[in-house]
């Protein structure tokens, strides 16, 4: 039997040990003195973090309840439980199928939960519990890996734990109820380690580690190349360096003979990738930019070789290396990569944005007490305290207390809601002024706000249909450009001067090298990424590429009224009393609001709120009864008191005066009026109104100055809708329109004709759910409000703020968006129609201009930064109002 | 015209057939894929330089499982899109990354890298 050194985890034959050492009554054995000095120091240090020695004999029987994840309901497992019980050391299981646990008695000196999970596993079943995974800095010793296992799996509540070497991270298997991520890093901490921040589990920052890394290595190729690119410089340019000029040829041939060996590494090692991928692309019958980049330094590499070794057989003149090329090319290629790399990290900041509104920790209850646990860690069913001025942390339900919860951030609600027992709350919002506890539903991926950033994600990844062109272009370019090279070398040696042979192959792999299909590939799903992104920072989730494009064109925005140009809830609009003064506003208010408390009217609502807002004490209400079709009756502050529309008033005989006029004026601006009679006599009027959004005008107004036909869509009546349209200045209207109808209007305003056959695109904006086939018939469909729900499902555009503004904004975006694309699809597709002519030697028989490899070489690296620079132009973009 | 000009002029006629017929006109290898027993048709797809298989043929109303593993550190194909489907993912290097979707209708849907330089096709039958 083997034990191990408990300083440097060597397995050691008792015998052979080095030495040993009597502690707290262990004996442990070491295999060198090193090792001895070191636990000689602090002997106490290593017996604690040993993994294998549990030190305390007296230990008790420990209990623990394994959530087994596909426990069968109905059956028992009964090999399942003798599995475990077989355990040395496991003393009772008892099987709880209903709640899912397996509970487990054990002697934690004998048996390990790890040993035990193992089991479940091996019976095949699956383990309920969280997987966490923890970076280790600077993990170099493989043996360490080992120790770092073992120390996690003895730790309360670990199921299992890998650490793997080559991420530097443990990927750690545990039951969060019992062991937080505290205590896994301190057993990490034991091993002498420093844990990273669980964030490697979040794509992004995993990119951003991966693009870091990628610069680094990209980097340190530049500069090898560099540091070569400088001798061989010199002795290419022989003539223009002191003392170099004053060598004999042959003494020249010797020094290129020792530039062709060190431009080697710089081709197979700064330029390895391009080499590799062209031959991958090769085998795949494709051909991409590093075949261009592998072929030109290439041929160079070999050209100069041939001529260095066998300068007999090419004629005077000609046999001068051109090294150079290999060097300075894969120099400034690799740099340009590099400097690509960095500029795309920072298009993914919008992403990083919405993240940044996740709260970082929860305070969660657990078996009455009360942690602050990372967010990862909490679980559906937790329950969390969240305190007046914290982030809800998860998605959940409110189980005590309540609050107003500030909700703008994804829903785009700009009053706090107030939130009470059994309501809603939503991750990453602000609580405002009481505290609460909820219990999580959704945790993780789930959380509204991850699948928002899902979504975008998604969609910055989606395909403009613009980029289509680009693609089928860059499908065929490599070849084509390889067939160009081909035709420029021969024309060269067929017609061009002397020497024939060097002109033939610098044009030709000028050629190779100055062609960037990069930049095409580049220039749509940069700005695209960018683009979107800046959407979702301005509160506009777009969808997907052609969205954004198709947003571009809109020339027809429809509106529907209810909820969209209104806040789709009634208000008080007016309280008119009759001419006599016989009762005052406020008390006509009051008496009104008293009764309207008791109905369940949807417009009874507005009125009771109107009163509260004005601040009037309601009064007792009597005998309340409800009319259909007519109003209500009700007695308060022993008056007899009705409420309703004007067949009531009819019905009951009672005389109107001027208040029927009055009523009629106040339903020509759109108003619901009521009338009032008090003890059998008229006594005034209240008139309920959806009202306008504040700046539903100022909206609609941008967008008509930018040239855009507005029209407005609704079921309602048109004398009620004509006067909405007259207050936000909309000049054409849709009124009476069933619900099922509003697809077929889209339709017909995309097929009106406006002298041309190419259909109108018309942007319906609604929102959401009843207006789900009106936006999907549109050519682009905004869905107003809510980010949480369907509405992101059934539209092209969801404007998380409720504002209209969020239309103007949502074409802006597009329209500095597709313009962003234009420039870099012109610029690439113009680089390369003039690039590659130039380099062709189109212009040497006018104006004897030629291009230099080197030159080339700098233009093509920059060219797909210059591409990604201007997308990141884009980042700087601002609406020119912004929503509330 | 000396001899060695009309070999060059010759050479040139034979490179241009060559690489038009190797990238273009040839026939490209197909990967057929089995649907196991899940039903679920199952690829695994190695990135490096290029997808391998690059042409991969499904049958269509099946589920398809592709997993990518991504075996070069070159942030070119740090990400595998199918536009046709709506479907993207982050391949980190040397992680095993599954995208699962069903294609509906019969057709060729290309799959790529971001930029487009690395380039599969996706031929539902």
Same mark, same amino acid.
């Given at each position: 039997m083997t034990v191990r050194d408990p300083v440097c985890g060597m397995e050691i034959e008792p015998q052979s040990a080095f030495a040993n050492r009597e502690h707290m009554g262990q004996t442990f054995y070491f295999c060198s003195q090193s090792c001895v000095d070191q636990f000689d120091k602090d002997p106490h240090h290593f017996v604690?973090? =040993?993994?294998?020695?549990?030190? @305390?004999?007296?230990?008790?029987?420990?209990?623990?309840? #394994?959530?087994v994840a596909d426990l069968p309901f109905y059956k028992p497992v009964p090999n399942?439980?003798?599995?475990?019980?077989?355990?040395?050391?496991?003393?009772?299981?008892?099987? @709880?199928?209903?709640?899912?646990?397996?509970?487990?008695?054990?002697?934690?000196?004998?048996? *390990?939960v790890p040993q035990m999970a193992e089991v479940v596993r091996a019976s095949g079943f699956q383990l309920g519990g969280t997987n966490i995974k923890i970076g280790i800095e600077s993990l170099?010793?493989?043996?360490?890996?080992?120790?770092?296992?073992?120390?996690?799996?003895?730790?309360?509540?670990?199921? =299992?734990?890998?650490?793997? !070497?080559?991420?530097?991270?443990?990927?750690?298997?545990? !039951?969060? $109820?019992?062991?937080?991520?505290a205590q896994l890093n301190t057993a990490i901490e034991e091993w002498g380690y420093k844990p990273r921040a669980a964030t490697s589990d979040a794509p992004v920052d995993k990119q951003e580690e991966a693009h870091a890394r990628e610069y680094r290595r990209l980097m340190n190729k530049f500069w090898f190349a560099t540091a070569v690119s400088l001798p061989v410089l010199a002795t290419a340019y022989y003539q223009f360096v002191p003392y170099l000029n004053t060598l004999s040829m042959d003494t020249l041939r010797v020094l290129w003979g020792v530039t062709a060996l060190l431009t080697l590494p710089v081709m197979f090692w700064s330029g390895s990738d391009f080499f590799t991928g062209a031959w991958s692309a090769f085998k795949h019958r494709s051909a991409n930019m590093n075949t261009l980049i592998a072929l030109g330094t290439g041929a160079a590499?070999?050209? =100069? +070789?041939?001529?260095?070794?066998?300068?007999?057989?090419? /004629?005077?003149?000609?046999?001068? /290396?051109?090294?150079?090329?290999?060097a300075v090319v894969i120099a400034l290629v690799v740099l340009g990569q590099a400097l690509e790399l960095r500029a795309k990290g920072q298009s993914s900041t919008a992403i990083k944005k919405l993240l940044g509104l996740q709260a970082k920790t929860a305070r969660v209850i657990r078996d009455g007490k009360e942690m602050d646990l990372p967010v990862e860690e909490v679980l559906v069913g937790d329950v969390i305290q969240v305190r007046p001025g914290e982030k809800v942390p998860v998605d959940g339900v409110i189980v005590e207390g309540s609050s107003a919860v500030d909700e703008s951030m994804l829903t785009g609600e700009s009053l706090p809601v107030s939130k009470k027992q059994g309501d809603e709350v939503i991750g990453a919002t602000l609580n405002k002024t009481g505290a609460f506890k909820f219990r999580a539903t959704k945790v993780g991926k789930d959380t509204a706000l991850a699948q928002i950033v899902k979504m975008v994600q998604d969609a910055q990844n989606s395909k403009a249909p613009i980029a289509r062109l680009a693609d089928t272009i860059s499908g065929y370019f490599v070849p084509i450009v390889m067939i160009l090279a081909v035709w420029t070398f021969v024309i060269w040696f067929v017609v061009g001067p002397q020497p024939q042979l060097v002109y033939a192959l610098v044009t030709s792999v000028t050629v190779l090298i100055i062609?960037?299909?990069?930049? #095409?590939?580049?220039?749509t799903p940069m700005s695209l990424m960018v683009g979107i992104g800046k959407g979702a920072e301005h509160g506009i989730l777009i969808r997907s590429g052609e969205a954004l494009q198709t947003a571009r064109n809109i020339q027809t925005v429809? #509106?529907?009224? +209810?909820?969209?140009?209104?806040?789709? *809830? /009634?208000?008080?609009?007016?309280?008119?009393?009759?001419?006599?003064?016989?009762?005052?506003?406020?008390? !006509?208010?009051? #008496?009104?609001?008293?009764?309207?408390?008791?109905?369940?009217? /949807?417009?009874a609502q507005a009125i009771v709120d109107g009163a509260q807002a004005r601040k009037i004490e309601l009064s007792e209400v009597k005998d309340f009864e409800a009319i259909p079709g007519h109003g209500v009756s009700a007695k308060v502050e022993g008056r007899n008191i009705l409420i309703g529309n004007l067949k009531l008033m009819n019905r009951e005989k009672i005389a109107l005066g001027e208040l029927e006029e009055k009523s009629k004026s106040l339903a020509d601006d759109g108003k619901t009026p009521m009338f009032i009679a008090i003890d059998g006599k008229a006594a005034g009027i209240v008139a309920v109104a959806d009202t306008v959004k504040e700046d539903s005008a100022e909206a609609i107004k941008a967008l008509q100055g930018m040239g855009i036909e507005v029209v407005m869509i609704t079921g309602d009546n048109r004398r009620t809708a004509e006067a909405i349209a007259k207050k936000v200045g909309v000049n054409r209207v849709l009124a009476e329109v069933l619900p099922e109808d509003k697809a077929n209007?889209?339709?017909?305003? $995309?097929?009106? @004709?406006? *002298?041309?056959?190419? $259909? @109108?695109?018309?942007a319906m904006v609604g929102d959401g759910i009843n207006d789900a086939p009106a936006l999907a018939q549109a050519d682009v469909g905004l869905a107003i409000g809510t980010g949480t729900d369907v509405a992101i499902e059934a539209s092209d555009i969801t404007l998380i703020k409720g504002s209209l503004k969020g239309v103007v904004t949502a074409i802006e975006v597009s329209r500095a968006t597709m313009t962003n694309i234009y420039q870099n699809l012109f610029g690439a597709f113009i680089y390369n129609t003039l690039g590659v002519p130039v380099a062709m030697g189109v212009l040497f028989p006018f104006f004897g201009l030629l291009l230099s490899p080197l030159i080339a070489g700098a233009a093509m690296a920059f060219s797909s930064v210059t591409v990604v620079g201007n997308a990141n132009r884009l980042r700087g973009f601002k609406p020119k109002f912004s929503a509330r | 015209m000396s001899q060695i000009q009309i070999f060059v002029v010759f050479s040139g006629i034979v490179l241009t057939v060559l690489i038009a017929w190797y990238f273009w006109f040839a026939p490209k290898a197909q990967m057929r894929v089995a649907v196991s027993a899940s039903g679920a048709q199952e690829v695994a797809v190695t990135v490096k330089g290029g997808y391998t298989p690059d042409v991969i043929v499904v049958q269509k109303g099946r589920p398809v499982r592709l997993t990518f593993t991504r075996q070069e550190s070159s942030a070119c194909s740090e990400k595998v899109l199918f536009p046709d489907f709506n479907q993207n993912a982050l391949l980190p290097e040397g992680e095993q990354v599954t995208l699962e979707f069903t294609p509906e209708q019969s057709g060729e849907y290309g799959f790529q890298c971001q930029m487009g330089m690395l380039r599969g096709k996706l031929i539902v039958e």
């Open positions: 604690m973090t =040993s993994a294998t020695t549990g030190f @305390n004999p007296e230990r008790t029987l420990t209990r623990i309840e #394994l959530p399942l439980e003798a599995g475990l019980r077989a355990l040395e050391g496991v003393h009772q299981v008892t099987t @709880n199928a209903g709640a899912g646990v397996l509970q487990v008695e054990y002697d934690s000196k004998k048996v *390990k170099r010793c493989a043996s360490c890996v080992k120790f770092i296992e073992d120390e996690l799996k003895s730790t309360d509540g670990v199921l =299992s734990a890998t650490v793997n !070497l080559a991420t530097q991270e443990a990927s750690v298997d545990y !039951l969060p $109820q019992k062991a937080t991520l590499w070999l050209y =100069s +070789t041939f001529a260095i070794a066998f300068p007999s057989v090419f /004629p005077e003149g000609t046999s001068e /290396p051109f090294y150079d090329v290999v062609a960037c299909p990069c930049a #095409l590939g580049l220039a429809v #509106l529907d009224k +209810t909820g969209t140009i209104t806040k789709g *809830k /009634p208000e008080l609009t007016d309280t008119l009393t009759t001419d006599n003064g016989q009762w005052t506003m406020e008390d !006509l208010l009051r #008496l009104t609001a008293s009764v309207e408390k008791v109905s369940e009217h /949807p417009l209007e889209v339709k017909k305003l $995309q097929i009106e @004709n406006r *002298k041309s056959k190419i $259909q @109108n695109v018309v | -």
